[in-house]
T-cell receptor, first 113, second 113 residues
């Protein structure tokens, strides 16, 4: 089955700890994205990568870091510098074409205690 | 300026009736793509329909159609014959050529039996 997996589905962390969210895709997509969603709000772009070993900041990159060492994987680290990390995090991927939609993973709900 | 504007935070529709969800966009590009996604309470993002800026016909996918009015920069989603399972958040999104996706703040649709 082709798709995007995110793990874990729910994550609890203490304030001040770094935490890494996993995102893996087997769709052979070049581009991958991380979004943050807060209750009642739309998606805000954190980081995106259009090719291996390259990534760009989105609108709210502060306090986050990413890596793209493999085409299939795009992990997101939420660092202690992120002031309000409790949110729903969505990973997406797509083929590099204007007309192709993004495919989304099931999301990870991060709660910082 | 907002790239995508969805002015209806919440909408109600009677089962089996049609409903229109509004979306306006802002771009100076000639080439762009418009997308609608559905987000049920589970959190996953489900792609519904796509419209390219050069497409002359309105896109349709089953019970979903996109009312594309280029001069007005609007891309409204029409859901015909609403079903209880259509109750969800709906997001309009745009991608300009070679750039990131922009999402609206969403419309919460409730289908009443």
């Amino acid at each position: 089955d082709g798709g995007i997996t995110q793990s874990p589905k729910y994550l609890f962390r203490k304030e001040g700890q770094n935490v890494t969210l996993s995102c893996e895709q087997n769709l052979n997509h070049d581009a991958m994205y991380w979004y943050r969603q807060d209750p009642g709000q739309g998606l805000r772009l954190i980081y995106y990568s259009q090719i291996v070993n390259d990534f760009q900041k989105g609108d709210i990159a502060e306090g986050y870091s990413v890596s793209r060492e493999k085409k299939e994987s795009f992990p997101l680290t939420v660092t202690s510098a992120q002031k309000n990390p409790t949110a729903f995090y969505l990973c997406a991927s797509r083929n590099q074409d204007l007309y192709n939609e993004q495919f989304f993973g099931p999301g990870t709900r991060l709660t910082v205690l | 300026a907002q790239k995508i504007t969805q002015t209806q935070p919440g909408m109600f529709v009677q089962e089996k009736e049609a409903v229109t969800l509004d979306c306006t966009y802002d771009t100076s590009d000639q080439s762009y793509g418009l997308f609608w996604y559905k987000q049920p309470s589970s959190g996953e993002m489900i792609f519904l329909i796509y419209q390219g800026s050069y497409d002359e016909q309105n896109a349709t996918e089953g019970r979903y159609s996109l009312n594309f009015q280029k001069a007005r920069k609007s891309a409204n989603l029409v859901i015909s014959a609403s079903q209880l399972g259509d109750s969800a958040m709906y997001f309009c999104a745009m991608r300009e050529e070679r750039r990131q996706f922009y999402f609206g703040t969403g419309t919460s649709l409730t289908v009443i039996p």
